[in-house]
């Protein structure tokens, strides 16, 4: 069960909701099964340059093809983050 | 001596803080590049410890929108140069601090000239462009950068001091459609102070907490989170530092 942590401008798309708890074995099966609750967060994988994932605080390198080897264990947390740009 | 420090009295009763640290302070030159929602509450916090020199660099006019959360500016100055705003009010908190001004957009053409001999540069800008080029001047000049952003109620701050750390490029090498964000008062306040609060760290010759990470504070949840941040070996901006 892991928790994603939706960026501030994104929550419209989750009902303002914060985290989401998501059960699933790897990062590609975690983020499936985010966008099937939340369809509007497809947004985030529509510019990927803008996208970075970090677990647990640590930068994902790995590409979006190879998000199944990344394993998640119970409570990782998962920072999907995108610029902005306001000050 | 006494006299002239005794503004600074609690802040130099700080464990190895003193007189001298307060020199330093007031010998100090930084960069603070926009006086909107984040430039506000970093001026004022480096006006009030003591900052000798704080350059402020802005192009825009006070407009009334602004003035949920930048508060150097009044209702009385909507139309005038923010610069001349701040400078103003920072000057009637602190005769001490010396304040220059700059009416002008930053570009990568003219921002090392306006930096100048900073020791620091602290971003409080609203756009990437001119964040990318500010990073660049960093990089050439071997000083650190602060950042600062704002969304809603999230507010972050990271210190880029390539090589020692990534650069903005490296987190962020594409950058956002520009929008008009949502944002409250309090949010640029606290996130500005922070910003304020490393680059004094950094003057007065303690370690900056958040340099290679990044701070993401959720106001609304009150919830932070800590990213670490890593190069980007093929960055345009720091790859061969």
Partial sequence: ?87 | MRERFDRYNRQILLEGWGVDTQVRLRNSRVFVAGIGGLGCPVALNLALAGIGIIRICDSDMVDITNLNRQFLHRDVHIGAKKTSSAKECLRGLNPDSGIETIDKKITSENVNELVGDAQIIIDCLDNFEARYALSQCALKKGIPMIHGAVWGMEGRVAVFQPPHTPCISCVFPSAPESECTPVLGAVTSATGSMQAMEALKFLSGRKMALSGRMLIMDFEAMKFQELELVRNPSCPICRQS
Avoid: C
């Fill in chain 1, 1 to 87: 069960m892991a928790r994603v942590i939706i960026p501030f401008p994104y929550r419209k798309y989750t009902d303002n909701e914060r985290e989401i708890v998501i059960d699933a074995p790897d990062l590609e099966g975690t983020m499936k099964r985010l966008v099937q609750m939340h369809e509007g967060l497809n947004v985030l994988f529509e510019q990927p340059k803008l996208l970075s994932i970090f677990v647990n605080g640590r930068l994902v390198k790995v590409q979006q093809k190879d998000w199944s080897q990344i394993s998640l264990k119970q409570d990782d947390e998962i920072s999907l983050i995108i610029p902005i740009a306001g000050g």
